[in-house]
């Protein structure tokens, strides 16, 4: 699955090149596939942290977040391992000692694991219909192309609070720039 992944990204990334190395001129199409596959190779998402192993929450104050973490347990992407309850002395609020781990179903989302930290994705952005792309040519061998990202939440997101919470997408500007050996390139 992951070489076919990539060996379309590598032949759709050569169709552009040499599809762009033919000529100069710019056209909506040619930056849309350009868009396109610099996605393909450096996606855009957005991203939180988790902190794992041991953890002390209180049932009533961190009432959100513990139902948030026992809704990512029964949808099979964290595990709880030692859960203790007990009420401390004098207190109207109960202590709950758990130790958070990931499962291997969590593992297409984490872009980063150091330690007790993981890192993992939130927010998806997929690249949306060609004709909401606005291109802006600068030069010869420069333009701007506006275009839109619609959003696919993981099921991380609700550990994290969406930037951009009253809309399905984001609009995104790529610099495109010329050259002789790689045509139409983004910086």
Known sequence: MKTRTLLTTLSLFLVILLSS???KDITASKAYDTVEAY????????STTIHLGKKKLRMKKDSLQIEQYKNLEKDGYIEFAE???????????????????LTEKAHPYVIDQKNDKVTVKTVLYTLGDSSNLQLNNRSKKSATASVMLN?????????????????????????????EENGWTIN
């Open 39 to 46: 996605l393909a190779d450096k996606p855009e998402f957005e």
């Open 21 to 23: 190395c033919n000529n």
């Open 83 to 101: 859960e203790t309850s007990k009420k401390k002395w004098l207190s109207k609020d109960s202590i709950w000692n758990v130790t958070l781990k």
């Open 151 to 179: 959003k696919e939440y993981t099921p991380f997101i609700a550990l994290a609070k969406d930037k951009n919470p009253n809309t399905k997408f984001i609009t995104k500007k790529y610099k495109l720039r010329f050259s």
